[in-house]
């Protein structure tokens, strides 16, 4: 099947109209983008952004020999402008399945929000799954094979794709395609590694596709350490680079502390953020996470955490238990930490603190925390693929 991304952006398009957000300021040139439209082998048109005639012109496609327009929006989607020749849209019935005059054949596929998705099988047996913006499939049974090329939503739902992951309905060589772009997320480069770091990728409207065919797509790292200070972002970057993989592990290494509300704010925020599918392991002990076989993705926040209580657990904060052991003690746990990060056949990403920029702490105490966590940051990164430092919420690549 050949694809014509006749539009990827949101209903509304990109830049909204009259919006004075900096994501819609800079959507200028190839980065501007109209709503999302698939032109399916000449002849199926999934979905009309606005002009779709001149669309297709631009991507050098006609729509002379569109025999079906299906539409997947909610009866709220954009405003639809049909040129003339063009037959009548379309919403097909959940479920239903037509075969078209073309030789393709098409499932509507229900979702867990408003709208319709479709699968769509060409003449050559290839199949493609298209969901409009803010859906993910309502629990229907996984085809017998992955599909070849998969349409969504994904800095919008990224649980989807993990969804259709974990079903097998997306496998590791299903083309990941991420449409209905909108401006949440900046343009151009920032837009294309949040698309590639949930291992899919973005293309400009008037590509061409054919689905199956063999393309280049780097993996996602497989060791990933974000950095960043106090609110800076670092969680959320973390959390954001594994919500569209399934089985993902939390690794929540701050415990619990008593009757202290502020702390159980902090712990009831991050919980909130979090998918729902993941789950939670509140310890320190990470080298038997990290040692496990054929588990899911580790997410660990933080190691700032981790060495507090390994400082603890040695007696680090006292200067004569320091000298006498404590230092060798605390030098030994991280060794073993980090060889067990080289060793891991899992996906981690882990999250840490950069503290040694700021005022020099005025215990002793202090001192050594700084001075061991930058020692442990820095052992840490040179066995991660991909290091990222996240400052005011942006994250700036370190390498990777």
């Known amino acids: 099947m050949e694809l014509t991304l006749l539009g990827t952006g949101a209903p509304a398009g990109l830049p909204r109209p009259g919006c004075p957000c900096a994501a819609c300021a800079t959507a200028v040139g190839g980065e501007a983008r109209a709503a999302t439209s698939v032109l399916v082998d000449g002849t199926l048109l999934l979905d009309l952004t606005p002009g779709p005639a001149f669309a297709a012109a ?37 479920g239903q399945e037509l075969t078209l005059i073309s030789g393709h054949r098409l499932r509507a596929v229900a979702l867990d929000a408003p709208g319709t998705g479709y699968q769509v099988t060409g003449p050559d047996g290839e199949r493609l799954l298209y969901l409009p913006p803010g859906t993910a499939p309502a629990g229907q049974a996984a085809p017998p094979e992955p599909y070849g090329a998969v349409l969504l939503d994904v800095l919008g739902r990224p649980d989807a794709l993990a969804r259709l992951r974990s079903g097998g309905a997306a ?29 899919a990728r973005s293309e400009p409207d008037g590509t061409t596709l ?51 509300a502020e702390w159980a704010d902090r ?97 002793a105490a202090g001192r050594r925390f700084r001075d061991e966590l930058g020692r442990l940051n820095a052992q840490v990164a040179g066995e991660c693929e991909e290091v990222l430092l996240v400052v005011a919420g942006t994250a700036l690549p370190l390498r990777g």
């Open 58 to 94: 631009r991507a050098g496609r006609t729509l002379h020999g569109v025999r079906h327009v299906l539409l997947s929006h909610p009866h709220d989607g954009p405003a639809l402008e049909i040129p003339a020749g063009l037959p009548a849209p379309v919403r097909v019935p959940d």
């Open 210 to 260: 054919s689905v199956g065919a063999y393309r280049e797509t780097p993996a996602p790292p497989r060791r990933t350490l974000v950095l960043g200070g106090a609110r800076s972002g670092k969680s959320v970057e973390a959390e954001r680079r594994l919500a569209a993989f399934p089985g993902v592990e939390y690794a929540a290494t701050g415990g619990t502390r008593g009757d202290d």
């Open 267 to 363: 712990v009831a925020r991050h919980q909130e953020r979090r998918p729902a599918s993941w789950r939670t392991s509140e310890t320190c002990e990470l080298v038997p996470l990290l040692a496990e076989q054929d588990a899911g993705p580790l997410l660990i926040d933080c190691l700032a955490l981790w060495l507090t209580d390994a400082m603890d657990s040695v007696g680090a904060w006292d200067d004569a238990r320091w000298a006498s052991g404590g230092s060798r003690a605390l030098a030994d746990r991280v060794t073993e930490l980090v060889a067990a990060l080289r060793a891991t056949g899992r996906t981690v990403v882990a999250v840490s603190n950069e503290v040694g920029s700021g005022v020099v702490p005025g215990t």
């Open 171 to 199: 496998g590791p060589d299903t083309d990941v395609l991420a449409v209905h772009l909108d401006h949440d997320v900046p343009p151009g480069a920032e837009l294309r590694r949040r698309v590639a770091a949930a291992g």
